[in-house]
């Protein structure tokens, strides 16, 4: 089982700054990838950004050169630093983490963090 904990969310102006955390609990969570998926009203969840315990990052194309992962292994903790944010970016962002060492793993999930951007 692992636990995740999002923070950081808020409300922020049109190119502000936010950092969201995730803190993880479990047991081997340098074999999890973790990222950030997001989703708005009426919307479905969308893939942000996802890292692997050894580094390798993924963004989606709305977000990539503004947004970046990152994670810290010695406290399982997972960063996104968002840069340049636009309305669009608006969402409950979550944070996600899976084994990726399983053909077939469970996904989970953290309770979500609203980011708002807004002037």
């Known amino acids: 089982q692992v636990q995740l904990v999002e923070s950081g969310g808020g409300l922020v102006q049109p190119g502000g700054s936010l950092t969201l955390s995730c803190a993880a609990s479990?047991?081997?969570?340098?074999?999890?990838?973790m990222g950030w998926y997001r989703q708005a009203p009426g919307m479905p969840r969308e893939l942000v950004a996802t890292?692997?315990?050894?580094?390798?990052?993924r963004y989606a194309d709305s977000v990539k050169d503004r947004f970046a992962i990152s994670r810290d292994n010695t406290i399982n903790t997972v960063y996104l630093q968002m840069n340049s944010l636009k309305p669009e970016d608006t969402a409950v962002y979550y944070c996600?983490?899976?084994?990726?060492?399983?053909?077939?793993?469970?996904?989970?999930w953290g309770q979500g963090t609203q980011v708002t951007v807004s002037s």
């Open positions: 996600n983490a899976y084994d990726a060492t399983v053909q077939y793993p469970d996904d989970y």
């Open positions: 479990g047991s081997r969570l340098i074999v999890y990838a």
């Open positions: 890292i692997t315990g050894g580094g390798s990052r």
